[in-house]
T-cell receptor
Framework: GNSVTQMEGPVTLSEEAFLTINCTYT??????LFWYVQYPGEGLQLLLK?????DKGSNKGFEATYRKETTSFHLEKGSVQVSDSAVYFC????????????FGKGTHLIIQP | GAVVSQHPSRVICKSGTSVKIECRSL??????MFWYRQFPKKSLMLMAT?????????EQGVEKDKFLINHASLTLSTLTVTSAHPEDSSFYIC????????????FGPGTRLTVT
């Protein structure tokens, strides 16, 4: 079956630091890959996605590149802000989303001023 | 603003009772909705797919008689936890596919269920 593995947190960084959250996946087919973010007290929101190999998703300064050869989709940001503090989930979807999403365990990111 | 709502946001019930959680899509129709369960420090686990006009599809290991799902309309799905036990205490989250981009999901804010 499908699975997503991401680094477990919490990850604590200082403001303006460089961020990497690793994510690797196992899938039987050719999935779409996502990063969702959950801010305190809110529902999950789509942060970015990529649907095919070598695609780069980007949003709000975050980027992730779909690497089929390494089955990875690492999330990066060059300079984090306190407002980026949240839980980040890597996820995949096959069948065009008809079968729901497979999530990683989530990484709690804490940015200190 | 939120495009998927859940009600209630928190509920406490006694063992043996049943509790219903509602998931509504706001301003769009959803023939399919998904129900997830989130354990502390764990990933969201897909429980079932709610299908308007037909039976829900449950993931392996999820008891369909315990977690009753009804997709009452194109904007409403309900999850009823029957004969709740303390081990059913969890965070339940629903989602609906974004219209026109079905591989993206809009998520509800979740419902915290505590069974005493």
């Amino acid at each position: 079956g499908n699975s997503v593995t991401q680094m477990e947190g919490p990850v604590t960084l200082s403001e303006e630091a460089f961020l990497t959250i690793n994510c690797t996946y196992t899938a039987t087919g050719y999935p779409s890959l996502f990063w969702y973010v959950q801010y305190p007290g809110e529902g999950l929101q789509l942060l970015l996605k990529a649907t095919k190999a070598d695609d780069k998703g980007s949003n709000k300064g975050f980027e992730a590149t779909y690497r089929k050869e390494t089955t990875s989709f690492h999330l990066e940001k060059g300079s984090v802000q306190v407002s980026d503090s949240a839980v980040y989930f890597c996820a995949l979807s096959e069948s065009g989303g008809a079968d729901g999403l497979t999530f990683g365990k989530g990484t709690h990111l804490i940015i200190q001023p | 603003g939120a495009v998927v709502s859940q009600h209630p946001s928190r509920v406490i019930c006694k063992s043996g009772t049943s509790v219903k959680i509602e998931c509504r899509s706001l301003d769009f129709q959803a023939t399919t909705m998904f129900w997830y369960r989130q354990f502390p420090k764990k990933s969201l686990m897909l429980m079932a797919t709610s299908n308007e006009g037909s039976k829900a599809t449950y993931e392996q290991g999820v008891e369909k008689d315990k977690f009753l799902i009804n997709h009452a309309s194109l904007t409403l799905s309900t999850l009823t936890v029957t004969s709740a036990h303390p081990e059913d205490s969890s965070f339940y989250i629903c989602s609906a596919p974004r219209p026109g981009l079905s591989d993206e999901q809009y998520f509800g804010p979740g419902t915290r269920l505590t069974v005493t």
